[in-house]
């Protein structure tokens, strides 16, 4: 039988009602704060988020990376607006579909299977894109950054939240250990290095957003409960992607309290609108 590659997709974390995931949501949030993420993201962070984009019932959603669709589905019902989702993977986009049925939201929640390199989207269909915790899995993070562009109006606004990573020739274990960590490669960017690859790509950047003190709180309670449940969970997805989750997790707070990496939301513009693409 081939070797069974370790972190190969997200598949097994979208199947949200399995016996292990069932343990691990409960322990991470709880029935009142689970609402179908796939990720570090909480109700408080979306309605953060939603404020800031000032998102309402005309705003037309992209979210690039969507997973199950629960942030999807919770901007959606919260704002009246229209969410489109683009996710690579098929579980994923199943589950997706399943939670805005049940949420009556179906009509103006849509989630298509694609990559976000190649985002199957005319141009200019967006008012807003926004992408939560996946930027890490992009090597080339400006070329994702041109194709969200192309799909904005002029003048939209690409807002992503992502893990941001201060590392140096000393941190070579951990970053290793946090590559090999998490289902599929991951590839580390600083502030700075996201802002200038912004810039490349043509966005002129609003804010940028330090979401810190939830942040630690979700990496701690994920790595507690993969150690809590860790048979069960092994049970189910392998020893070896436990294993690995269980050191993810755990340098990841590691490098959190030295300071080397924090999560950041970061709002850029698309050139072109009513903004000025220059400051006055
Ligand atoms: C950590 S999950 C975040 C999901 C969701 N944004 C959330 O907050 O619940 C990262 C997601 O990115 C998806 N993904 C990875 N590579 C992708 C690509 N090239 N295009 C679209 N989605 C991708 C993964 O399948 C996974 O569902």
Same mark, same amino acid.
């Given at each position: #039988?081939?070797?069974?590659?370790? =972190?190969?997709?997200?598949?097994?974390?979208?199947?949200?009602?399995?016996?292990? %995931?069932?343990?691990?949501?409960?322990?991470?949030?709880?029935?009142?704060?689970?609402?179908?993420?796939?990720?570090?993201?909480?109700?408080?962070?979306?309605?953060?988020?939603?404020?800031?984009?000032?998102?309402?019932? +005309?705003?037309?959603?992209?979210?690039?990376?969507?997973?199950?669709?629960? *942030?999807?589905?919770?901007?959606?019902?919260? $704002? =009246?607006?229209?969410? @489109?989702?683009?996710?690579?993977?098929?579980?994923?986009?199943?589950?997706?579909?399943? /939670?805005?049925?049940?949420?009556?939201?179906?009509?103006?929640?849509?989630?298509?299977?694609? !990559?976000?390199?190649?985002? *199957?989207?005319?141009?200019?269909?967006?008012?807003?894109?926004?992408?939560?915790?996946? #930027? %890490? &899995?992009?090597?080339?993070?400006?070329?994702?950054?041109?194709?969200?562009?192309? &799909?904005?109006?002029?003048?939209? $606004?690409?807002?992503?939240?992502? =893990?941001?990573?201060?590392? =140096? *020739?000393?941190?070579? +274990?951990?970053?290793?250990?946090?590559?090999?960590?998490?289902?599929?490669?991951?590839?580390?960017?600083?502030?700075?290095?996201?802002?200038?690859? /912004?810039?490349?790509?043509?966005?002129?950047?609003?804010?940028?957003?330090?979401?810190?003190?939830?942040?630690?709180?979700?990496?701690?309670?994920?790595? !507690?409960?993969?150690? @809590?449940?860790?048979?069960?969970?092994?049970?189910?997805?392998?020893?070896?992607? @436990?294993?690995?989750?269980?050191?993810?997790?755990?340098?990841?707070?590691?490098?959190?309290?030295?300071?080397?990496?924090?999560?950041?939301?970061?709002?850029?513009?698309?050139?072109?609108? !009513?903004?000025? !693409?220059?400051? &006055?």
């Amino acid at each position: #039988m081939p070797e069974r590659p370790v =972190g190969v997709d997200y598949s097994e974390l979208h199947r949200l009602d399995s016996p292990a %995931n069932r343990l691990l949501r409960d322990s991470i949030w709880g029935a009142a704060a689970d609402i179908g993420q796939q990720s570090f993201i909480t109700p408080r962070y979306l309605d953060d988020i939603i404020a800031r984009l000032r998102i309402g019932p +005309d705003t037309h959603v992209l979210d690039v990376g969507s997973g199950t669709g629960g *942030p999807a589905v919770y901007i959606a019902r919260a $704002t =009246g607006c229209r969410v @489109t989702g683009v996710e690579i993977n098929e579980v994923g986009v199943e589950t997706a579909g399943r /939670l805005a049925e049940g949420a009556g939201l179906a009509e103006r929640v849509r989630v298509v299977q694609g !990559d976000a390199l190649h985002l *199957p989207f005319g141009d200019a269909e967006f008012d807003v894109a926004i992408s939560l915790n996946v #930027m %890490n &899995v992009f090597d080339d993070k400006t070329a994702v950054f041109r194709e969200v562009r192309r &799909v904005l109006r002029p003048g939209g $606004t690409w807002a992503f939240l992502s =893990g941001t990573f201060e590392l =140096g *020739p000393d941190d070579a +274990d951990a970053r290793a250990r946090l590559a090999r960590g998490y289902l599929i490669p991951q590839f580390y960017d600083s502030l700075a290095q996201y802002k200038r690859k /912004l810039y490349d790509a043509g966005f002129r950047i609003d804010e940028a957003v330090e979401f810190i003190s939830d942040f630690w709180v979700q990496v701690g309670r994920w790595g !507690d409960a993969y150690r @809590t449940h860790r048979d069960a969970v092994a049970a189910e997805q392998g020893d070896e992607t @436990t294993d690995y989750h269980i050191t993810y997790f755990r340098t990841y707070l590691d490098l959190i309290e030295q300071g080397k990496a924090s999560n950041h939301l970061l709002i850029a513009r698309a050139p072109g609108g !009513d903004a000025p !693409d220059t400051p &006055v």
